[in-house]
């Protein structure tokens, strides 16, 4: 599990952080990149942030073991299925099946400062299961059904501050 926090430029605009985790969502790249899978939720915060100014911080802190937290702060950016990139990146993810849960974005971030810290207050944590909600949800969607989910939901195409979102419709999804 890794958190993303990015924010728009604007200094009154809203700070977004989330959590990711699913199984298999996360790839290096190379010694200075990493890219994950962004999936079908209800908002698009992250991606309007990245579209704007491309900030982005990549968090990750031990739940068990040794107290330790890691974060990359870099620049990143969304690579829509539409884009000539796709087909490599997404190989990235072999153990992905791009049409369960509603995938829609590839983030590529580029590490400009990579940190550890002590995780001394972070508490210790056991692993149950992965949760299956996600997957269950988003398998029984196509590519037309999606987009109209996508576009019912009032922070996708556009940010909670205004700023261009995910581009609607989305894409087919590629046959990679």
Do not use: Q
């Not at 926090?5 to 790249?29: E, F």
């Not at 994950?36 to 915060?45: H, I, M, P, T, V």
């Not at 993810?93 to 590490?111: K, N, Q, T």
Request: net charge negative; aromatic share 8%; charged share 20%.
């Amino acid at each position: 599990m890794f958190f993303t926090a990015t924010a728009p430029l604007a200094g009154d605009g809203t700070i977004n952080l989330s959590p990711k985790g699913l199984r298999g969502c996360l790839a290096v790249v190379d010694d200075r990149t990493v890219a994950y899978l962004d999936f079908a939720g209800s908002n698009a915060e992250t991606i309007a942030h990245l579209r704007e100014n491309g900030r982005i911080t990549l968090m990750w802190c031990a739940f068990s073991g040794p107290p330790n937290i890691v974060r990359v702060h870099g620049r990143g950016e969304p690579v829509f299925r539409d884009d000539p990139r796709w087909a490599g990146l997404f190989r990235l993810f072999p153990d992905v099946d791009a049409s369960v849960h509603g995938l829609r974005a590839i983030v590529v971030v580029h590490a400009e400062l990579i940190r550890d810290t002590c995780g001394y207050a972070v508490p210790l944590m056991a692993y149950e299961a992965d949760r299956d909600l996600h997957g269950r949800r988003f398998a029984r969607e196509d590519d037309a059904s999606l987009s109209a989910y996508f576009a019912g939901k009032e922070h996708v195409a556009t940010s909670i501050d205004g700023l261009p979102g995910l581009p609607l419709p989305l894409p087919p999804t590629p046959m990679v």
